[in-house]
């Protein structure tokens, strides 16, 4: 039975994927560098992901109804392209093992100090692969449904915590030379080379991926810079360059009464659900690598495997938040240009050399 996700579907799964983990590992850094100016830089980085994205909707039209790994295989043959494929495999669970991580930091520095940074990992795995083993359509139809539950709480919240708002933070204007961003290349590529992985549900898409997938990246780089910007107007650049988790600060001190004054509880279920999509696309995608380029004929013993390995992955990814920060900040962009640029444009030129070659022959 062939799969089908709907443009809209797979709109709102990029917004979601997009941003993701993004208010964990980003905000800080980015408003210690961008100052009162940093909302700019999210839409700067979303051209740029835009860009990425129509290069390889350019490698995906020489291979239609192909995911990322099957191109691979067909363009370099049986066994180099299965190398290429695992080296994705091998991108899609670090990636996942970062999240998780990220994940267990935050509910071990807000909520849960004292619960076990496995517990987080383990618990949230058994769901994700739950999900992934009912299929795509179960990934898509999740997120649909809680769209709409995590937009308007997640904004009005927001919009109650304007009382606290201030226009002279901003002050003064574009004031910072664009040329800092450019001395920080982390934040060059996240989040928006991550968004390859959502590349594994083209084959899936009906009337074709490249309009919702380059309108998701828009929209989710606006909404970050709106989402930058509000948390400047609320706490100030340089108080948010020094929390760890400014979003989760600034609606910690939104009180409504003595029934909400919890109010950031919801800041993070929201946060927490983002997360979990983030990872139910990654871990979708390192499954259905084994899927096509391995084929086995029962898949729980990949799921099994996979969930010790994320767990390992998680809990050795590094040892404190400060390491993290700084291998992001030199070698991030690298990382992620390596398995986002480079392979697909090797297998853009294998591609073009090939058929080259065949037309000559011919």
């Not at 799964?13 to 560098?33: D, K, R, S, Y």
């Not at 999240?99 to 517990?119: E, K, Q, W, Y």
């Not at 950031?264 to 899927?291: G, M, P, R, W």
């Amino acid at each position: 039975m062939r799969i089908m996700i709907s443009r809209f579907q797979f709109y709102l799964l990029t917004i979601n994927f997009i941003i993701g983990t993004t208010p964990f590992v980003m905000l800080q850094g980015l408003i210690a560098i961008g100052k009162q100016d940093a909302w700019i830089w999210p839409i700067l980085t979303g051209g740029a992901g835009v860009l990425a994205g129509l290069f390889w909707l350019l490698l995906f039209r020489h291979y239609p109804g192909r995911s990322l790994v099957q191109i691979p295989l067909e363009a370099m043959g049986r066994f180099p392209g299965a190398i290429v494929s695992f080296l994705f495999f091998v991108y899609f669970c670090n990636l996942s093992g970062w999240i998780l991580r990220n994940l267990s930091d935050f509910l071990n520095g807000t909520i849960m100090p004292a619960t076990p940074a496995i517990v987080f990992h383990i618990t949230f795995l058994l769901v994700v692969c739950y999900t992934v083993a009912q299929g795509a359509e179960c990934v898509v139809r999740l997120n649909q449904i809680v769209t709409p539950l995590l937009f308007f709480p997640f904004w009005v919240v927001f919009l109650l915590a304007t009382v606290n708002w201030n226009w002279e933070r901003f002050e003064p204007v574009l004031y910072l030379n664009p040329v800092v961003f450019f001395r920080h290349p982390a934040f060059l590529g996240f989040p928006f080379l991550e968004t390859i992985s959502l590349t594994m549900l083209f084959p899936h898409v009906q009337k074709g991926p490249a309009r919702p997938f380059l309108l998701g990246i828009l929209t989710a780089s606006v909404s970050l810079s709106i989402l930058v910007f509000v948390i400047i107007g609320l706490l100030g650049a340089e108080r948010a360059s020094q929390l760890t988790y400014p979003v989760y600060t600034a609606i910690q001190e939104v009180a409504i009464g003595e029934a909400l004054v919890n109010i950031h509880s919801v800041i993070s279920v929201i946060l927490l659900v983002l997360i979990f999509i983030k990872l139910l696309v990654l871990v979708y995608s390192a499954s259905e690598t084994l899927q096509q380029v391995v084929r086995p004929r029962t898949r729980w013993p990949h799921f099994l495997s996979l969930m010790i390995l994320l767990t390992a992955i998680a809990h050795s990814m590094y040892e404190n938040p400060v390491q993290n920060a700084q291998w992001s900040e030199e070698y991030s962009i690298c990382y992620n240009a390596f398995f986002t640029i480079a392979i697909p444009a090797l297998l853009l030129a294998v591609t073009w050399i090939k058929r080259a070659y065949q037309k000559r022959q011919n």
